[in-house]
């Protein structure tokens, strides 16, 4: 296991819990991405130009560098170009921060062509602002004069910009896909229930429960990154339920747009079952509500929110009631389940089948024959039957989509 050391430089005055709780968070991501850490630095200053954190700083971090053998060092703080290139000069070692180890971290998990593609587009997006300042610093010896490298520079710039284009005309056919495949599961009859919430709330364990199924599932940031998706029913309604990746504090637009794709299958859902671990600490659950409802809130379209408070089976009832009382419109449509023991998984059936799009219920009488047969066995796999009488007709009431009750009106005389 390599090792690394994290660095977070913080700002005066800044909240000193959430400060120790993103440091946590990036350990937490390092060792997603299979990392020891070894050591941390932490300094509370104002950003430097040169070096994000003082030079002085930056000296004892080459020192803790060579002392502990680290193979790499992350900080906590986006890093530009002239930075990286400043601080590897100094420490010797591979300079990278919280965005470029989150990417790492999907490279790792990345499974399906889909979500390689979305990996390098957001690695490429990152890329790109910083492409000419490193290659400038690094190559600039090889070409000495007042142009330098300018014409290398352009080149690499424009094969960077060209690679970006190509993968986001083959995501774009891709959303296009998705949206016409959420088409056809909705004129047959299914609706789209999605998984969303902040990453390590425990989506995966969740889908498990409601599916009885066997995603992976882990105690470390990200997961899941392809979506999973399975169909399953919700008290006679056919319902598509999907888990996937995992919101995090302060995703870049960049990340966001390179996996719009996946995203979509959480922002073009009916239902949104937004997870929350509700065994932590209240700031931490109004922190991360806020980062999901973020994340949401500009791209959902019509989708209900149901608030699945997880993880009930680690903290006191009356403990919850103080944390919504609190947490209040950040909650809406709350559930209280716990994924691990089943607990309150009924309630959330229910409550998923509340809020699925309204279907109407009517009888329909239809004359005895065989083509009518045929037509009330269709009825049992599009609708939800609730009784049959036969007399002279054939009774049925049915509960259904509106498109199934226009085409049934063709074969009903009442």
Request: glycine residues 4%; neutral net charge.
């Amino acid at each position: 296991m390599k090792k690394v050391i994290i660095v977070q430089r913080i700002n005066q005055g800044t909240d000193e819990s959430k400060n120790k709780r993103q440091l946590a968070e990036l350990k937490e991501l390092a060792h997603a991405a299979g990392y020891s850490v070894v050591g941390e630095i932490i300094q509370c200053r104002y950003p430097d130009k040169k070096y994000q954190i003082g030079k002085g700083k930056v000296q004892e971090l080459a020192e803790a560098v060579k002392s502990l053998h680290a193979e790499k060092v992350v900080f906590l703080n986006e890093l530009s170009s002239m930075q990286l290139y400043n601080i590897t000069e100094i420490c010797k070692c591979q300079i990278i921060d919280k965005f470029q180890l989150i990417l790492e971290i999907f490279a790792l998990r990345a499974t399906t062509r889909r979500s390689k593609l979305q990996v390098e587009l957001a690695r490429l997006e990152y890329e790109i602002p910083r492409a000419r300042i490193v290659i400038s610093h690094m190559k600039k010896e090889e070409r000495p004069g007042f142009m330098g490298l300018g014409g290398y520079e352009d080149s690499y710039e424009q094969d960077i910009k060209g690679r970006i284009a190509r993968i986001k005309d083959e995501l774009s056919h891709v959303q296009i896909q998705n949206e016409s495949l959420r088409s056809f599961r909705h004129s047959h009859g299914f609706s789209v229930v999605a998984l969303a919430g902040y990453t390590n709330a425990g989506k995966s364990t969740l889908f498990n429960a409601l599916m009885d199924e066997n995603v992976a599932v882990a105690n470390m940031l990200f997961t899941t990154l392809a979506p999973v998706t399975r169909s399953m029913d919700i008290m006679g309604r056919k319902v598509i339920l999907t888990d996937t990746v995992g919101f995090i504090e302060d995703l870049p637009h960049w990340l966001i747009d390179a996996f719009r794709s996946t995203l979509n299958e959480i922002f073009l859902a009916d239902i949104i079952l937004l997870v929350v671990d509700s065994s932590e600490p209240l700031e931490v659950m109004h922190d991360k509500l806020l980062t999901c409802h973020d994340t949401l809130w500009q791209q959902v379209q019509h989708a209900s929110i149901i608030t699945v408070m997880n993880k009930t089976d680690l903290i006191s009832q009356e403990e919850l009631n103080i944390k919504m009382e609190s947490l209040g419109y950040l909650v809406p449509n709350p559930v209280y389940v716990s994924a691990k023991t089943l607990k309150g998984i009924d309630d959330l059936k229910q409550a998923i089948q509340h809020n699925l799009p309204v279907w109407k219920r009517k009888t329909i009488s239809m004359p005895f024959s065989e083509n009518s047969m045929s037509v009330l066995s269709w009825l049992f796999k599009e609708g939800i039957v609730h009784s049959v009488k036969y007399t002279d007709h054939v009774l049925v009431d049915l509960e259904a989509r509106e498109e199934i009750m226009n085409k049934v009106k063709s074969f009903s005389i009442v």
